[in-house]
């Protein structure tokens, strides 16, 4: 199974929870709380907010995506990069999620101290981040790709604990 498919199962697991505890919490990616003076994005962006949505993020995956030298990812297909959730799709990989390996463990050491299940789009934001790790473990060699790798398995079990806690409700502290 490759990791898109992966991504696609646990995006969509996700859609169908429907069990969410709302108290308060630190915020896992302030980036996403914070305004941009140089863009029109809206505060927080959020891709799935149905289905639907889940399977265009899918789509997003699939095509194929460009990383630039200064990290900035964009969708190659022009047809996809031109409807209005690819702007989203977009603010949210290049403003939001981390990309430096320090940030990314910090991530991994707050949702393994998080309480309770993921709100949604911290939950899509997490995935969003475990497919740009995999991007980065792929293409690094060396020391490097072993980094990497460490943080990608790390956001994996956060995922799977986090999938694990939704579904057994009463089993989650």
């Given at each position: 199974?490759c990791?898109k498919?992966?991504?696609?199962?646990?995006?969509?697991?996700?859609?169908q929870?429907t069990l969410s505890?709302?108290?308060s919490?630190?915020?896992?990616?302030p980036?996403a709380?914070?305004?941009?003076?140089?863009?029109s994005?809206?505060l927080?962006p959020?891709?799935q907010?149905?289905?639907?949505?889940?399977?265009?993020l899918?789509?997003?995956?699939l095509?194929e995506?460009?990383i630039s030298?200064?990290l900035?990812?964009?969708?190659k297909?022009?047809e996809?990069?031109?409807?209005?959730k690819?702007s989203?799709?977009r603010?949210?990989?290049?403003?939001v999620?981390?990309k430096s390996?320090?940030?990314?463990?910090?991530?991994?050491?707050?949702?393994s101290?998080?309480?309770?299940?993921?709100?949604k789009?911290?939950?899509?934001?997490?995935a969003l981040?475990?497919?740009?790790?995999?991007?980065?473990?792929?293409?690094?060699?060396?020391?490097?790709?072993d980094?990497w790798a460490q943080s990608?398995?790390?956001?994996?079990?956060?995922?799977?604990?986090?999938?694990?806690r939704?579904?057994?409700?009463r089993?989650?502290?």
């Amino acid at each position: 199974m490759c990791w898109k498919t992966l991504l696609l199962l646990l995006l969509y697991y996700d859609a169908q929870a429907t069990l969410s505890h709302r108290w308060s919490r630190a915020v896992l990616f302030p980036a996403a709380h914070r305004p941009k003076r140089s863009s029109s994005v809206p505060l927080n962006p959020v891709l799935q907010s149905s289905l639907e949505e889940v399977e265009l993020l899918y789509e997003f995956l699939l095509a194929e995506l460009e990383i630039s030298p200064d990290l900035k990812i964009s969708i190659k297909d022009e047809e996809l990069s031109s409807l209005r959730k690819a702007s989203d799709f977009r603010a949210i990989c290049n403003d939001v999620i981390p990309k430096s390996i320090p940030d990314i463990r910090r991530l991994s050491a707050s949702l393994s101290n998080h309480p309770g299940i993921l709100k949604k789009e911290d939950f899509e934001r997490t995935a969003l981040t475990l497919a740009y790790t995999a991007y980065r473990t792929a293409s690094s060699q060396g020391h490097q790709k072993d980094i990497w790798a460490q943080s990608l398995l790390s956001l994996f079990h956060a995922l799977r604990h986090d999938l694990m806690r939704s579904s057994c409700p009463r089993a989650s502290p």
